[in-house]
């Protein structure tokens, strides 16, 4: 018998992509990301469960519990991302215990990441033919891991950068004002923050059994 493992076990479902951020217009998708947890006994099978499922509504993607927070760990924006979503659909007792565990996942190495996925993007843009919307992103990332390094959690809502990021994403800004916004940004990491060296793995992993065991 086929398995639904979304929406029937899903634990965690929130709104991410521009209407999390506060950035969203007319037309703009509902991006959702989610969190399940498959039955345990599923995994003593020779076909494990999948790490992640998408649909089945439009723009929704969701990761077994254990990939989702393995991603965390690594500091992955968009999973850190989605347990500061200010958009939260749905939350059963467990998606509200992995939701109160957000602290665990950050560190020093998060920084690193939004600056590098940031970088990565930055890299990709041509300034003969810059990609605005692509650009938008880019600057994006650098204020809300700028945030995350100083405050320990990334800026989600970017309501007090709105009117600057949606005239960068209709190309009302020039190249050079771009360099000058991601250049004060990216200085903005140097010795910023007091994040702890490692995330709290032994937290995660204590979840995580007990997560197990009620799945059973």
Not at 18 to 31: K, M, Q
Not at 53 to 59: A, D, K, N, R, S
Not at 190 to 202: C, I, S, V
């Amino acid at each position: 018998m086929e398995v639904a493992y979304v929406p029937d076990h899903l634990v965690l479902s929130v709104v991410v992509g521009s209407r999390a951020y506060g950035l969203e217009g007319d037309g703009s998708d509902v991006d959702r990301r989610g969190v399940f947890v498959a039955p345990t006994r599923l995994f003593w099978r020779l076909d494990k469960p999948p790490a992640h499922v998408e649909g089945p509504l439009p723009e929704q993607f969701s990761w077994e519990v254990e990939r989702f927070c393995g991603l965390a760990l690594a500091a992955n924006p968009t999973v850190l991302e989605c347990l500061w979503s200010p958009i939260v659909e749905r939350a059963t007792p467990v998606g509200e215990e992995l939701l109160a565990l957000r602290d665990a996942f950050v560190s020093a190495r998060a920084g690193r990441t939004f600056a590098g996925y940031a970088d990565d993007q930055f890299r990709r843009l041509d300034p003969e033919r810059p990609r605005w919307k692509q650009a938008m992103h880019m600057i994006r990332l650098l204020l809300s891991g700028l945030h995350l390094v100083r405050h320990g959690e990334p800026l989600v809502r970017m309501d007090a950068h709105r009117d600057r990021l949606l005239a960068l994403r209709r190309g009302e800004l020039s190249w050079e004002e771009v360099l000058r916004w991601r250049s004060a940004l990216v200085a903005g990491f140097d010795g910023a923050g007091t994040l702890p060296a490692e995330p709290g793995r032994e937290r995660v992993e204590e979840f995580l059994a007990r997560t197990r065991e009620a799945a059973l």
